[in-house]
């Protein structure tokens, strides 16, 4: 009997994932990945902000921006600043509790507890970039303004403005001696804690794995620490403008884009991981969609 169309599909599965644990390393569900995926996610909404718009600019070789679209691009880029700066410290306080107190870190470090921090991250650092935003949009302005800058940074803008700064300055450095200072204090903390207790460990073997445990957080951490001071401290010294924008770039767009191959390059499990997913895709070959047949 020739074949015919079968118009009474009820329905099609799709197969491509179905068994998610074909592909998943057990070991990637654990709170570092959880935070380490965090990380990436605002990395990569960071350099959003200013990488689309620079592009464009370049593009159109217009160097145009609307007062309201700067103000968005200041306050988000202020967020995922702030949020770097706080969930870099969260992993920080992860490695403290996962080799000082190996034997609590589970029930410490549980699925709630974890959402807290992160929760925490974002509260934070949201209402501090939407008071920065609004005590901007108090300041007054001349019509047309310039910026040497690739983007609308924040102190550009306190700079520009007609009126009154006072306040302004006053909030935003008190902001990022909090943020900051007290972000790189807890990291210095939680590692000289690491350190002594990886100094007592007997075994040599022991604490090559501890700290092994580390060595892509502390990268990270002092890529980012490292340009965002060499920065401000370069313009500070040079007050070059076009020095700043450039030196910029360093840690608005190379920091954030090499995150993730610091942990890709640096952790066994990501590769493992990837090797495992590598494998399933080229074995089974292409994923293809499941029908479900008329009985």
């Not at 994932?17 to 960071?46: A, C, K, T």
């Not at 990501?270 to 047949?293: D, E, H, N, Q």
């Amino acid at each position: 009997m020739a074949p015919r169309n079968q118009t009474g599909i009820s329905e099609i599965l799709l197969m491509g994932f179905m068994d998610e644990s074909e592909f998943s390393d057990s070991h990637l569900h654990s709170p570092m990945y959880f935070f380490l995926s965090n990380l990436s996610f605002v990395d990569i909404y960071f350099t959003s902000t200013t990488i689309p718009k620079m592009l464009w600019n370049i593009q159109t070789q217009s160097k145009v921006i609307p007062f309201e679209g700067c103000i968005i691009q200041m306050y988000f880029f202020t967020l995922f600043a702030g949020l770097d700066s706080l969930i870099l410290t969260v992993m920080a306080y992860d490695r403290f509790e996962a080799i000082c107190h190996p034997l609590r870190y589970t029930v410490i470090m549980n699925l709630w507890f974890c959402l807290l921090l992160v929760l925490v991250s974002w509260i934070i650092s949201a209402l501090h970039s939407l008071l920065e935003s609004l005590m901007v949009l108090q300041l007054s302005f001349c019509p047309v303004l310039e910026i040497s800058h690739f983007f609308c940074e924040l102190n550009q803008m306190i700079q520009l403005a007609s009126s009154d700064t006072f306040l302004n300055n006053l909030v935003m450095y008190c902001g990022a001696v909090l943020l900051a200072g007290i972000s790189l204090t807890g990291i210095l903390y939680s590692y000289s804690k690491i350190v002594s207790s990886i100094h007592a460990i007997s075994c040599s073997q022991g604490k090559y794995k501890a700290f092994s445990t580390c060595a892509s957080h502390l990268s990270v951490v002092s890529l980012f620490y490292c340009t965002s001071l060499g920065v401000y401290l370069s313009s500070a010294a040079t007050h070059s403008s076009y020095s700043s924008a450039t030196t910029s770039v360093m840690y608005t767009v190379v920091t954030p884009m090499l995150n993730p191959f610091i942990y890709s390059l640096r952790n066994k499990d990501l590769k493992k991981g990837l090797k495992i997913l590598y494998r399933k895709v080229t074995v089974k070959g292409p994923l293809v969609l499941g029908l479900r047949k008329c009985p």
